[in-house]
């Protein structure tokens, strides 16, 4: 038993240690890309990017460029949400998020995108529009088959005054 905990401990250890080897350059590419998105998406919400494939490429001036696949949510009206997946390149060493024009001196970028066309698309969320629906109909519906009846119901007041007066129904 001691044995086990003790080689769980030391593998949790191990793959905490490992895991933010990457991260502070991807931080700062999320955070360019935040700015960016804020910037380009006027409905992005905000922190929902996330990168879902990266790859390290070269600029033809020896710049070290990341291209990456992001999944981002944008909501519109406060109901509609649309997740899209898209291209974005980060240049490390300048720290800004290249255009499209800028691709062009960038190695491997086209067979990046090439190789990693059929991830994007959007899809539109349907859940929150469909059950704002729902209620709009089941709202009405139970005030009229279970509030109205209670309220207006004739036989429930007379009830009484036929009991006490013994009047045949």
């Known amino acids: 038993m001691l044995k086990k905990a003790w080689a769980s401990l030391l593998a949790l250890i191990f793959i905490l240690t490992i895991a933010p080897l990457n991260t502070s350059a ?51 009206d406060g109901i509609f949400i649309t997740r899209k997946t898209e291209f974005h390149y980060y ?21 990046f995108a090439d190789a990693n066309i059929d991830m994007l698309g959007q899809k539109v969320v349907y859940w929150l529009p469909v059950l704002i629906l729902l209620l709009l109909i089941a709202v009405p519906v139970v005030i ?9 119901s004739t036989t429930e007041y007379m009830n009484p005054i036929y009991e006490k007066n013994d009047n045949p129904r």
Not at 28 to 39: I, Q, R
Not at 96 to 110: N, P
């Open 26 to 76: 991807n931080e700062a590419f999320l955070d360019a890309l935040e700015e960016d998105l804020k910037a380009t998406h006027y409905d992005y919400k905000e922190g929902t990017a996330e990168i879902v494939k990266q790859e390290t490429l070269r600029h033809s001036n020896g710049n070290e460029v990341i291209g990456a696949v992001v999944e981002l949510d944008t909501v519109r």
């Open 91 to 111: 240049d490390a060493t300048d720290n800004k998020i290249l255009a499209t024009a800028d691709l062009a001196e960038v190695e491997g970028a086209t067979e």
């Open 144 to 152: 009229l088959f279970v509030v109205v009846p209670r309220f207006y």
